[in-house]
């Protein structure tokens, strides 16, 4: 067992070790589909949520928040193989670990998505005890993780990577040669810790070209540079105090619209709603909306509606060619019980598409981000290691504890079926595009139905009583309200229609 500190943080051991992962887990008291383990039973707390907490009920919080901090502040090192021989997918961009120069390129892809983690000692969250997260938010950390990712695209340069990322030394996987003896030791990265001459390419290489590593210098880091102030805000925006719009204080606060309320376990259909009304209610992102798919269907109509300006003129302005970009957000059950193995290759084409900005899911009852995938395994960010909070409020705070170094993989066969995965349009030439490209990554599935479809017009042409992105009720259920009952007795995360 290690301690590490903020610049050197790994993940939970008992998230990374599977055999600890079950020693750890408490009786199955969740139902099946739920994100999160449970605390021990002894502490669970039945707070009534119109009342304030009483002295009773403090106490049992400051119990689990420990119990919480002490299972998730400890690591265990370990390092993630990674085949040399076989390109690694991150979000529409491939690395063939083959040489120093991609090895290089791919850690900066790494280490450059923003990694959202537990946090404790925050101010207390609105009308309860808390000030963790640390145990019941893994889902909303992934959440945010997808929106952060969104945002990225959506004001970074393209190609963007965080220029402190070389001065990061901590790096926890190695590459090896298939079938070879030595797998066991693999062969190490080299020279991560020295920094990068001006001979070192970094340049992201796209879905159709090899590795592009004849450059004597990489054009992007000028403007890498000079992004960082806009990187610096960004991550403010997911601080965790209770004016950042994307914090965990706003996002519990939308949640109570849903039944949701601090210490609860949200699913990744929930979370989308959340993020969803979270960017709609703030003013810091311009020109950006959020759309949730409603019954695994996107309604192209429904999102013109969404990002056409002109159809917001009275009356309709045609001249007026302003477009919103859009985050799509689509949750979907990809089987039953678990996993349907008929849907693994359409995960892999959709995350080799650029417009993909992740996968919010996990293993059954724990929360993961997914970002790429190399062979049979995907790569995920981990929210389940608990970090002392970082005021943002602060000039030139740490962005270290934001950015993680240790890229994880687990089998396509653990995947929760339960996810929301997410896409990026600019604008509307881009979400045509969107349409056709996931649409031709979806007909990969042996299955006879897709994962979801795309469809024209909008959703009440077709019977629906809400529209999932834009009414201002709840919605954050994805079945139409004469199908509620069903849905609202099963918990959490089972919001889905099964296909």
Known sequence: MNSVSPSAAQYVGGVMQDELVENRRQHPLEQQGSFGPRPPPTLDSDRDATGEPDEMDKLKAKLMSAWNNVKYGWTVKSKTSFNKMSPVTVLGHFYLLNSEDEVERFRLAFVSRIWLTYRREFPQLEGSTWTTDCGWGCMLRSGQMLLAQGLLVHLMPRDWAWSDAQQLTDVDFEVFRPRSPARAGGVPIPSFGSPRGSNTPEKSLSSSQVPRCSQKKRPECVKDHQAEPIHHKLVTWFGDQPPAPFGVHQLVEIGKGSGKKAGDWYGPSIVAHILRKAVAKTSVVQNLAVYVAQDCTVYKEDVARLCDLSLSQTPPDPSRHAWKSVIILVPVRLGGEALNPSYIECVKNILKLECCIG???????????????????????????????????????????????????????????????????????DFESLCSAVSMALSSSKEKYPIFTFVDGQSQDYGLEGHSSNHSGPGAHILPPGKMGKCNSRRNSDEFVFL
């Open 359 to 429: 996968i919010i899911g996990g293993k059954p009852k724990h929360s993961l981000y997914f970002i790429g995938f190399q062979d049979e395994q995907l790569l995920y960010l981990d929210p389940h290691y608990c970090q002392p909070v970082v005021d943002v409020t602060q000039a030139n705070f740490s962005l270290e504890s934001f950015h993680c170094t240790s890229p994880k993989k687990m089998p396509f066969n653990r995947m929760d079926p339960s996810c929301t995965i997410g896409f990026y349009a600019r604008n509307k030439k």
